[in-house]
């Protein structure tokens, strides 16, 4: 948590190089006195500490952005490598570009962050990975991008051609539109690659308003389902053939689609999840996405700075698993206390006997325990996410609640005759693999049309922009809901894990 606050303190303090030296110096120092000691009085030593450590990584980094604030309104020349897949949409081309180098005239410089730009595709073919040349004005930044290129005009391009994991997944995704229609071959490899461009703009618009569109984007939950999978499928023969099972397909999986916040946060989440439990050691959901975050903000502090994608992945995250197990449990309770009546017997009990919180908990009861689970933690992770939606994207959708709840249970069955189809396409003749691929073509159209049909709901996109404040309390009375429910329910996060 400290290393985080002096991340954030770096974008607004700067000092100098000497106070620098002594600032590490210091943050070190704490460190250490707080880990040899263990003592838990101590805490707020190793939070200085790590607020310490946590600035001197980003300061420098900090100044070096502040040097785009120089080219603002100004015609420059982007030289670098194309970071992720492009998005393309009415005609128009947009990625993010790494390891940028400005030029304007004779003078270059190369700048930190990364740089997003838009221009007219015209029908160039770009992918991940590629060197680009850009000409553009310079505009301010957003999210995590130091600054964009609007209306940009690319000058050239060369394909980086190292990048055998993404050949592969066009090759795949080649066959697989052979077997499937068009959108929902495209459906078929953002489920397993992360692949979202070849859905239509309508389909892409209608998984925003039902807010399915963390399905599209090779999420954290994605990654989750292969690495239970090859968990439970091997555990109980061989645990380390079942660690390694899972640690090779989550190579290839983020290998496929790129390293995305999400996909940072799903990888180390799980590995560290998968080795405590190769080795029978627990930690608690808050030391683990504390350590995890840590992680991926001591690899790239811009995403601290406001990339959304960060943020969202990591509250919706912690909904799932620390708001969730509580909720369920209370709901327990709930059927446990509130089923009866005068102590008898539940069949004796007259409905009319009942409270509303037990009929409730009866009707709810009477579904099977994994929807109601997956119920429970999609609202967690909505109620987590929703307030972050709306100040980065200044409006918000209802319809999750319902769409997700449809969707969801289908996921895992989804991916696996995805991936079936498209292997078809490629071992057995066209027409044998067509027949393998209508189970496959049945479920991929149950889900879009289940997001068609919720982006017509009412509240399917809603305008609303909170300020900064609202957020922050919204999140207080969060932690004070959270902190009752522990209270109440006294649930052992230790017998938690996700990937189990």
């Not at 785009?68 to 420059?76: A, F, K, S, T």
């Not at 290839?252 to 999840?273: E, W, Y």
């Amino acid at each position: 948590m400290g290393f985080l606050l002096g991340v954030l303190l770096a974008r607004t303090v700067n000092v100098s190089s000497g106070e620098q030296m002594i600032l590490l110096l210091s943050g070190i120092m704490l460190m250490v006195v707080a880990l040899l000691s263990r003592m838990r009085m101590l805490i707020p030593i190793a939070i200085l500490g790590g607020c310490l450590l946590g600035y001197i990584r980003a300061s420098k980094l900090a100044v070096n952005l502040a040097a785009y604030d120089d080219y603002v309104g100004r015609e420059v020349i982007v030289s670098g490598r194309i970071d992720g897949d492009p998005t393309l949409s009415d005609d128009q081309i947009s990625f993010g570009v790494e390891d940028a180098i400005i030029t304007i005239g004779d003078q270059s410089k190369s700048l930190p962050g990364k740089i997003w730009l838009r221009l007219k595709s015209n029908g160039q073919q770009l992918d991940r990975y590629d060197n680009v040349v850009i000409k553009g004005t310079v505009d301010a930044g957003f999210g995590a991008y130091a600054a964009t290129l609007q209306q940009a005009q690319l000058i050239e391009a060369v394909n980086a051609g190292a990048d055998p994991m993404g050949q592969l997944r066009n090759n795949f995704t080649a066959r697989l539109a052979q077997v499937l229609d068009s959108n929902e071959a495209g459906l078929a490899m953002g489920l397993l690659a992360g692949q979202k461009s070849i859905l239509d703009d309508a389909t892409q618009e209608a998984f925003v308003g039902a807010s399915l569109t963390h399905i599209l984007v090779a999420s954290g939950y994605n990654l989750t389902v292969l690495v239970r999978f090859a968990r439970r499928l091997f555990a109980k023969r061989s645990r380390l053939v079942a660690l390694i099972l899972s640690f090779t397909l989550m190579i290839l999986f983020t290998g496929v689609t790129g390293s995305s916040a999400s996909m940072q946060r799903a990888v180390l989440v799980s590995g560290l999840s998968l080795l405590l439990w190769y080795v029978g050691r627990r930690a608690h959901p808050v030391v683990l996405l504390s350590v995890v975050a840590t992680i991926t903000i001591l690899i790239n502090p811009t995403q601290l700075w406001g990339d959304a994608g960060w943020y969202l992945s990591f509250g919706s995250f912690a909904g799932v698993i620390i708001l969730a197990p509580m909720i369920m449990d209370l709901f327990l309770l709930l059927m446990t206390n509130c089923s009866s009546s005068d102590d008898k017997p539940d069949d004796e009990v007259d409905h009319k006997d009942l409270t509303l919180i037990a009929r409730l908990a009866r009707r709810v009861g009477a579904f099977p325990s994994s929807l109601v689970q997956i119920l429970i933690e999609t609202t967690s992770a909505q109620l987590m996410a929703l307030p972050m939606i709306a100040l980065f994207m200044g409006s918000v959708s209802l319809t999750g609640f319902v769409t997700n709840i449809i969707v969801l249970p289908l996921l895992p069955m989804t991916m696996a005759m995805s991936f079936m189809a498209g292997l078809a396409a490629i071992l057995l003749p066209i027409n044998w693999a067509r027949v393998v691929a209508i189970p496959a073509d049945w479920l991929l159209h149950i889900i879009i049309m289940t997001a068609n049909w919720g982006a017509t709901l009412p509240g399917a996109e809603i305008e609303f922009q909170p300020t900064l404040l609202t957020v922050v309390i919204y999140y207080l009375v969060m932690l004070v809901i959270m902190m009752a429910l522990k209270i109440i329910t006294n649930h052992n996060f230790y017998l938690d894990n996700v990937i189990e």
